[in-house]
């Protein structure tokens, strides 16, 4: 069943009676306080309806025929009758100075929107709209030792002289001499919590996160109010420190620990990983010399040599933003070839916006694995190309 055009009267209904409601902030909320719903099972219900709102006004019949959705989730999603702490909880983000993004909004960061499992939600203090600008995130151990931290103070200064936005995780060490760097230089920065938006960790850092948002920057999480510093919290928001930035620079790390594994998320994410050499025998050289070893990092002795890669990524996006505003009759090079069904519905599929692989396959109802061969010949013809986080798009 196509429930987006079943539901379309609803749509046009909502959408004339209440102009004044700001979407879909409620919904989304809602959807995180259900048990048996975790990311991918609300991108499954998101998918199928033309607004989120509509997801609390479908039928028993019309949940379960939704792929992923089993009659215990259609009968918690039927039942759902918590809007009053749904309230409570936007009240105290309003108290708390905060405010909520979500993955439908327009101004989502459209890096953060590639990657394979972005937050669908993110509270957020201070200015949303550095959330989607040009960055590097600069990440390293707590124990950065002074080299690391000259490292991390000296690349931030100088790219935010070069109007990069920096982002980092606001712990001890690498973290905040990197955001400290940055507010002193007059730039923007970043800060991505492992705990709740109101709990900031360490809370020697409270003044610095105050200084971040003072000066045009951000301090965001996409942990609910209250959330604890829990170790395994970490890892988990990582994620978005690389997926937000165009590349990730190690400055000082051991083999194992955050920046390692921010490293490896920028490196699944398809971004580019810089990493600052340490001399040999230096505890923090063993993870970063070792990334430069495996061919896993770029080994960078000054800012020209981050610089030399980010632009290349700056200038495909404006020409990717070009060619968006010119004809979509000149884009669509797969109209005038002769493919097969599939091509054909490919094509189609991703004419009506880019799609990560994964919903792609999802939307042409075929495993993955079968997909893959086609998407590589329709790129190797010239009729659609893979961006960042295995996304892809028409040309």
Same mark, same amino acid.
């Given at each position: 069943?196509?429930? *987006? +055009?079943?539901?379309?009267?609803?749509?046009?209904?909502?959408?004339?009676?209440?102009?004044?409601?700001?979407?879909?902030?409620?919904?989304?909320? =809602?959807?995180?306080?259900? !048990?048996?719903?975790? /990311?991918?099972?609300?991108?499954?219900?998101?998918?199928?309806?033309?607004?989120?709102?509509?997801?609390?006004?479908?039928?028993? #019949?019309?949940?379960?025929?939704?792929?992923? $959705?089993?009659? +215990?989730?259609?009968?918690?999603?039927?039942?759902?009758?918590?809007?009053?702490?749904?309230?409570?909880?936007?009240?105290?983000?309003?108290?708390?100075?905060?405010?909520?993004?979500?993955?439908?909004? &327009? &101004?989502?960061?459209?890096?953060?929107?590639?990657?394979?499992?972005?937050?669908?939600?993110?509270?957020? *203090?201070?200015?949303?709209?550095?959330?989607?600008?040009?960055?590097?995130? $600069?990440?390293?151990?707590?124990?950065?030792?002074?080299?690391?931290?000259?490292?991390?103070?000296?690349?931030?200064?100088?790219?935010?002289?070069?109007?990069?936005?920096?982002?980092?995780?606001? =712990?001890? %060490?690498?973290?905040?001499?990197?955001?400290?760097?940055?507010? !002193?230089? %007059?730039? *923007?920065?970043?800060?991505?919590?492992?705990?709740?938006? &109101?709990?900031?960790?360490?809370? !020697?850092?409270?003044?610095?996160?105050?200084?971040?948002?003072?000066?045009?920057?951000?301090?965001?999480?996409?942990?609910?109010?209250?959330?604890?510093?829990?170790?395994?919290?970490?890892?988990?928001?990582?994620?978005?420190?690389?997926?937000?930035?165009?590349?990730?620079?190690?400055?000082?790390?051991?083999?194992?620990?955050?920046? @390692?594994?921010? =490293?490896?998320?920028?490196?699944?994410?398809?971004?580019?990983?810089?990493?600052?050499?340490?001399?040999? %025998?230096?505890?923090?050289? $063993?993870?970063?010399?070792?990334? $430069?070893?495996?061919?896993? %990092? +770029?080994?960078?002795?000054?800012?020209?040599?981050?610089?030399?890669?980010? #632009?290349?990524?700056?200038?495909? +996006?404006?020409?990717?933003?070009?060619? /968006?505003?010119?004809?979509?009759?000149?884009?669509?090079?797969?109209?005038?070839?002769?493919? !097969?069904?599939?091509?054909?519905?490919?094509?189609?599929?991703?004419?009506?916006?880019?799609?990560?692989?994964?919903?792609?396959?999802?939307?042409?109802?075929?495993?993955?694995?079968?997909? @893959?061969?086609?998407?590589?010949?329709?790129?190797?013809?010239?009729?659609?190309?893979?961006? =960042?986080?295995?996304?892809?798009?028409?040309?």
């Amino acid at each position: 069943m196509n429930l *987006k +055009k079943s539901s379309g009267r609803n749509y046009k209904k909502l959408n004339q009676q209440e102009k004044t409601y700001k979407p879909p902030v409620r919904e989304f909320v =809602a959807l995180h306080l259900l !048990d048996n719903l975790g /990311a991918q099972r609300i991108r499954l219900l998101l998918q199928a309806v033309e607004h989120p709102q509509l997801i609390f006004r479908l039928e028993r #019949h019309e949940l379960e025929s939704i792929r992923g $959705i089993g009659p +215990k989730t259609a009968e918690e999603v039927l039942g759902f009758n918590e809007w009053d702490k749904v309230d409570r909880i936007l009240e105290k983000t309003e108290r708390t100075g905060a405010q909520i993004m979500t993955y439908w909004d &327009d &101004d989502y960061p459209h890096l953060l929107r590639e990657i394979y499992d972005p937050p669908l939600m993110l509270w957020i *203090k201070g200015n949303r709209s550095v959330l989607d600008t040009d960055a590097i995130s $600069i990440v390293g151990t707590r124990r950065v030792g002074n080299y690391g931290k000259k490292m991390a103070q000296k690349f931030a200064k100088e790219l935010v002289d070069h109007d990069l936005t920096i982002i980092s995780g606001l =712990a001890y %060490g690498t973290d905040g001499a990197a955001h400290q760097a940055t507010v !002193d230089a %007059g730039g *923007k920065t970043v800060a991505v919590l492992g705990s709740g938006i &109101d709990w900031i960790y360490p809370s !020697d850092h409270k003044g610095l996160a105050k200084q971040i948002i003072e000066t045009g920057g951000a301090v965001i999480s996409e942990f609910p109010l209250g959330t604890a510093p829990e170790m395994g919290n970490f890892p988990v928001r990582n994620r978005i420190v690389s997926g937000m930035s165009l590349g990730t620079l190690v400055v000082a790390s051991g083999l194992e620990g955050g920046s @390692m594994i921010t =490293a490896k998320s920028a490196l699944d994410q398809n971004r580019e990983v810089f990493v600052i050499p340490h001399p040999v %025998g230096h505890p923090n050289a $063993i993870g970063c010399n070792s990334l $430069i070893k495996r061919g896993m %990092g +770029k080994l960078v002795q000054n800012v020209e040599d981050v610089l030399t890669e980010i #632009h290349v990524h700056i200038k495909e +996006k404006e020409t990717e933003s070009d060619s /968006a505003d010119t004809p979509r009759s000149s884009q669509n090079k797969w109209e005038s070839m002769e493919l !097969d069904n599939l091509s054909t519905s490919i094509c189609e599929v991703l004419d009506e916006q880019s799609l990560h692989i994964d919903h792609l396959a999802e939307r042409l109802e075929i495993e993955t694995h079968k997909l @893959m061969p086609k998407l590589l010949e329709l790129e190797m013809q010239g009729a659609i190309r893979q961006t =960042a986080g295995k996304n892809f798009e028409l040309l």
